[in-house]
């Protein structure tokens, strides 16, 4: 990724975040390798760990857990979607898209050259 100057902003409905956790590094690089290596999302970043609660099957769980977070376009989310959940070992695991405010003008058009590919 290249840095320079700032350059406006746009509305950026056509970009989202995704973000996904999991309790194992290494499909948390999975994720990440197969969602860039694919061109389906710009950027993954790997945080973590960090501890997570949340209630399953009726009880208070706590895990220590990876999180993705994917910078893409919303025409890639049933794509990214897909390749998470064929990737990922929880029976149901996070996938939560939001839509990006606004995008600096020069990171919006690294996102499209770099998730430029006719399968999503």
Aim: some cysteine; overall charge negative; aromatic content about 6%.
């Amino acid at each position: 990724m290249r840095h320079g100057t700032a350059g406006s902003l746009e509305m950026a409905a056509e970009y989202i975040v995704v973000t996904t956790t999991t309790d194992d590094r290494a499909i948390a690089e999975g994720i990440a390798e197969r969602l860039v290596t694919s061109r389906l999302a710009a950027c993954v970043q790997i945080s973590g760990p960090i501890t997570s609660r949340y209630m399953w099957q009726g009880a208070c769980e706590r895990s220590e857990e990876w999180m993705c977070t994917i910078k893409t376009r919303a025409a890639c989310f049933d794509a990214v979607r897909r390749a998470i959940e064929a990737l990922h070992s929880y029976d149901t695991p996070e996938i939560l898209a939001v839509p990006a405010a606004a995008v600096a003008e020069r990171y919006a058009a690294w996102i499209d050259v770099e998730t430029s590919t006719t399968d999503s």
